[in-house]
């Protein structure tokens, strides 16, 4: 299932000896200060033709309750609309300050006291406050429904209050290494509390919708279009367009024909152009390809047997799947290389472990012993061990005398899907297993009802790893069958969960890294993910449109699904007479003065950033 947040890494320095509360709370102070001294004010309006950046998307949205949504477009949307505590860099991806401007630990590292900035209001006027983060928190802690799209980051939270309007201070179980990573959007306290029902809920009745961040939402309509507009008031300063509109394209190439004629500022596929597409682009007059390294993976899942927590089991997956062995056949039938040649046609690289080798810290791969390199003719074998031989036909027969044939999840609206669909019915059919492709518009349903056999599944990773691991622990299954998990695709495993554990509560860097690469081994080992490719981010954009835009890393990555607000924000219309705006220098000069003095403090005290951060960014 392709979404967020999930959400990465990179390398990380070794943290130094740490200084004392006294020294690091003042220079995080001081950086508080820089960033908002920095920041732009907003821009005086002047008598000019409206600007419209528009956004072709290939995803719907669905769900515009942050409690909820998990799809990249709508938790990219939510960045624009509501702050998260800190942020990242979009040079490097360090941390910096988001809604809080500076955060310290306990010497037990079980209480954490978050600093909430005083210069931040909400869209209708009123003052954002500390109570507003605790009520999110405690909202997640309390009630499940409003857990399931980031439920993982308060499974550990013993308490949350809020002394004052200014100070958040969180109490743990155990020690949490993300606690400067906490991806959650805070909402308004006075205008959530009044809801009933947070599984039906979807925030999507009552326009403007209030947030703190730089953009309102203030319409939208389901499968066409989300359309946003500045918020004037916002501390880091208002963004340069008069309107930002997300639009839903179901055709790929529609999408890019819109952009050739000017109805769209912006396309980025799904989640990325195709070679075809880039390379017919890249011809265009007034028209910018822009490709860096991907912050995604791209991968085969496969139904491990759904299940809920109480037991129950559910869904109708191939039982041949629950062999390892048959697992393990299957992926060593696939080509990798022959995905990268000839569906992506280098615009990637070959899969191996499950983080992208953007973040390096984690990037994992295989030992050569270890790995299930591409060998048809020892995927054959271990299908005979497995005891599914080959019948007078050539057909692989299961224990029920039946042919196995697998039905496959695909996206409708994602042509690698179908390319490598049909690498795979080619491939299994020479193992004699048949492939049926169920390529759907909504995946979604079929998924969380357990119903297919295997899927194309992606995820974007963050600079923080811990919420694409959290989707394969026993805790994110469903409740019950008839509840909605945030796990990924039903993975239950006890080593898997003990590993999880470990890496959470483990605030060394390196030792935290070693415990996050054991994970991955376990998960590969296990077999129910294969990883294919780590697809470079291909997007385009009109430059007699945009003028300028940030991409993050911004020396060379993506523009849309950053962690973080600043494309959109930064962007400049074409007709601006201001080359830069918010732009990456903008965005560069709070997030390197924050960091400047932050890192003097949190480079030097782990306790403020338990956490691994980026060199090399999606």
Not at 62 to 79: E, G
Not at 192 to 213: A, M
């Amino acid at each position: 299932m392709s979404t967020h947040n999930a959400h990465g890494s990179g390398r990380r320095r070794p943290d130094r000896p740490s200084r004392t509360p006294r020294l690091l709370a003042a220079a995080l102070t001081l950086s508080a200060a820089f960033a908002t001294s920095l920041a732009p004010a907003p821009q005086q309006a002047v008598a000019k033709e409206k600007t419209v950046l528009t956004v072709a998307v290939a995803q719907s949205v669905d769900s515009l309750s942050p409690f909820l949504a998990s799809r990249l477009v709508s938790t990219s949307i939510h960045r624009l609309m509501y702050e998260y505590l800190t942020n990242y860099d979009p040079k490097d991806s360090h941390v910096i300050p988001g809604l809080a401007t500076k955060w310290e630990s306990s010497p037990d590292k079980l209480t954490w006291t978050y600093t909430i900035r005083s210069n931040s209001k909400w869209s209708d006027g009123k003052q954002v406050t500390a109570e507003d983060a605790a009520w999110t928190f405690n909202k997640m802690m309390s009630d499940e429904n409003a857990a399931t799209a980031n439920g993982s980051f308060v499974t550990n939270f013993e308490k949350v209050t809020a002394p004052s309007a200014t100070q958040l201070v969180i109490e743990l179980k155990k020690p949490q290494a993300t606690m400067t990573a906490l991806d959650v959007p805070i909402v308004p306290k006075h205008i959530w509390e009044n809801v009933k029902d947070f599984s039906k809920f979807n925030n999507d009745k009552s326009f403007p919708i209030v947030g703190d961040g730089p953009f309102v939402l203030t319409d939208y309509k389901p499968d066409s279009y989300v359309r946003l507009k500045p918020n004037k008031g916002f501390w880091r300063g208002a963004p340069k367009f008069d309107e930002l509109v997300f639009r839903y394209y179901k055709d790929q190439d529609a999408a890019v024909a819109a952009l050739r004629k000017g109805e769209v500022s912006f396309v980025s596929g799904s989640p990325s152009l195709t070679p075809a597409q880039a390379a017919s682009l890249k011809g265009d007059k007034n028209i910018h390809v822009n490709e860096g390294p991907g912050r995604r993976f791209y991968a085969l899942a496969t139904n491990p047997g759904a299940q809920a927590k109480n037991g129950k089991k559910f869904g109708d997956g191939d039982p041949s799947l629950l062999d390892q062995r048959v697992r393990h056949a299957l992926f060593m039938a696939v080509d990798r290389k022959t995905v990268i040649d000839k569906v992506f046609q280098g615009h990637g690289v070959e899969g191996k472990g499950y983080i992208p080798p953007r973040f390096s810290t984690y990037f994992w791969q295989p030992s050569e012993s270890q790995e299930l390199a591409y060998d048809p003719a020892k995927a054959a074998q271990l299908l005979d061990q497995a005891g599914y031989k080959e019948n007078a036909d050539g057909k692989r027969v299961g224990k029920n005398g039946k042919p196995l044939n697998y039905r496959v999840l695909c996206h409708a609206t994602d042509p690698n899907d179908k390319a490598v669909g049909k690498y795979l019915q080619e491939w299994w059919g020479k193992l004699g297993i048949g492939v049926t492709l169920n390529c759907l518009d909504n995946v979604t349903d079929p998924w969380l009802a357990g119903t297919y056999d295997l899927a194309f599944d992606g995820w974007s990773v963050n600079p923080d790893p811990d919420f694409v691991l959290s989707i394969h622990t026993c805790a994110a299954l469903p409740a019950t069958p008839k509840d909605t998990g945030a796990t990924d695709n039903f993975i239950c495993d006890k080593k898997y969960d003990e590993l999880y554990a470990q890496q959470l509560a483990e605030y060394d860097p390196v030792k935290r890294a070693d415990l996050v690469k054991q994970i991955e081994s376990r998960l590969y080992d296990l077999g129910y993910m294969n990883v294919m490719a780590y697809p470079n981010a291909v997007e385009a954009y009109r430059t007699d449109q945009i003028k300028s835009i940030t991409t993050m890393p911004s020396a060379a990555g993506n523009i849309y699904g950053q962690d973080g607000y600043w494309s959109w924000w930064s962007a400049v219309p074409a007709n601006s007479g201001n080359s830069s705006g918010n732009s990456v220098s903008m965005g560069v000069i709070i997030g390197t003065v924050a960091g400047v003095v932050v890192l003097a403090g949190l480079a030097v005290l782990f306790a403020m950033r338990r956490r691994t951060t980026a060199e090399d960014r999606e």
